[in-house]
């Protein structure tokens, strides 16, 4: 192989590999809602609501407001939250999750599974059980 074809595949691998490399899966933070608690309570209906405290970067102070969604699993509430606002939800700064009481005596198994399975829930998420009648009025207290 002459030495031009050499130099030309190098630069050609040269500048495949730049071109690949970066931040491919880049997401500005001005584009995302990011959720910092959960809150977990059933309904009359026997359907999960899950209220979700969302934080707004616009404010210099810390803010934050709640979105409810109702859903028959976890991952359908989840799901349901981004349906209701304009940005994509970012789950991966939740830190706690409040499960009601009511929704604890049927079982932490679907908890448990979605704290497992949702794919941006940190492994350190802490899941609490309130002694409050909902779960959502702990998210709402302030402090």
Known sequence: ?????????????????L???????????EDLSVAMGMA???TPDDVYLLTTEIAKPEEESAGAFLVEAQGRTLAECMLNTGKKLKNE?????????IVSE?????????IADIAERQRELRPTLQIIVSKEATARELLKTKG
């Open 102 to 110: 009511t929704v604890a005596t049927e079982g932490l198994t679907p």
């Open 19 to 29: 071109s690949i490399a970066g931040c491919w899966d880049y997401r500005d933070i």
């Open 1 to 17: 192989m002459n030495k031009g074809l050499r130099l030309f595949l190098i630069l050609l691998i040269t500048a495949a590999v």
């Open 40 to 42: 977990v309570d059933k």
């Open 89 to 97: 939800v970012y789950w991966a700064n939740t830190q706690v999750l």
